[in-house]
């Protein structure tokens, strides 16, 4: 892990970052499985409808895939602290594939499709992780922040397109789909699998303890330092309202389509415009500022995300909607590569697929809390008003949070003090000698007096 300070260092160049021959193998393998589950995703909605002509069990096939990370997404996010980061990918990217063949066999029950996209996406929370803490082990300084740059919006891309030939794909031959999904793990793990160095696990059997108590950990190092605190709560908070107009896309372009647009293509426009300003925004924002700015200009862009869909209170027409997702998206993307990139630097090695874990269910939950919330609400109030008025008080929010930021000088030493932590969690100045679980624990209690970053949004 590199400790330079964010301050002293030099934008980093696309050309440096896809000159690492690893970043381009997990670049692929992630760009590849990503299309695939999108395509697998619409694919499986309709297969579900076909079968059994039921919305609520069409839109359960596509929920499922959330479900792993709301029920055991940090738990999960542990193993591949235990294990070494390539092997976790690949077995994963394997079971995935063969778990896809299942479900793409003629004739199956929706239940069993069901529990085997259950199954399948079991493996989500322990692969991202490992791909997530492997990524300051092939990238360094300012290079962290542009790869998960990118990564964030080929992912936002990944969806897009994955959706597009899914959709189509699946309305001719949703098995073909399915089929196309396995192939893309397949293809993602030999990538891994030659394509990246083995490395030893972050975790070795001699400092592990129990499974839970290693997740609670996570947890800990979360919420218990300051500066890792004060980056969860802008990353929540912004995905607490950026991912109301896709939620309610489809009810606000019902309610609001008109002239040019029919309902169909009014929806489509509302749902793709954050994506776009997602991918446009993390790589200007990324490209175009140096690393000193890109953190200056994080707690402006965390105000202005939700400030660009306070207009939406006064009842606009789809495609200005469209528009103020846009500019939410491409405020967020401005802001979250940067905090990732300082969690990834301040995280000891042995906690960051935990930290991932956390702070990726937290993602999970606060978005779908934040669909359900404005969906009730929208049964009783006009959509314009509940997201225009939801976002005013995410400007309230963010506000808050930008005035309590931690200093500069108190990021630095997070940064610093990670560079400083052993891969057993330990500081180098330990009074005593310490079990392994002690030693862990000594290490939170001593580094918690200190700030930190977050880095689990990619």
Known sequence: MSDERPAREGPATFREVFAQVEYRAVFAASALS?????????????LVYRETESVALSAAAFAVSYLPWLVGGPLLATLAERHRYRQVMVTCDLVR???MVLVAIPGNPPWLILALLFGTTLANPPSQAARSALMPLILTGDRVVVGLSINASTGQAAQVLGYLIGAGIATVNPTAALLINAATFGGSALLVRFGVRDRPPAMTAAHRSHLLRETAQGFQIVFGRPVLRAIAVLVFSAMLFSIVPEGLAAAWAAEGAGGDLDTGVAQAVIMAANPVGFILGGLLVGRAFSPARRLTLMRPLAVLAPLALVPALLDPPPVVVAILAAACGFAVAGLLPVANGLFVRA??????????????????IIQGVAVLATGLLAERFPIPAVVGTWSAAGVVLMVAAALTWPSREAVDA???AAGRVDSAGTLPHSRRPRTPAQATGAAD??????SRHSHAVT
């Open 34 to 46: 990503w299309i695939g589950d999108y395509i697998a995703k619409a694919a499986v909605t309709v």
């Open 97 to 99: 594939m063969a778990l």
């Open 347 to 364: 995280l000891p090695d042995g906690y960051r697929a935990r930290a991932f874990g956390v702070m990726a269910s937290g993602i999970q």
């Open 414 to 416: 997070a940064v610093e």
């Open 445 to 450: 209690e001593r580094s918690g007096e200190r």
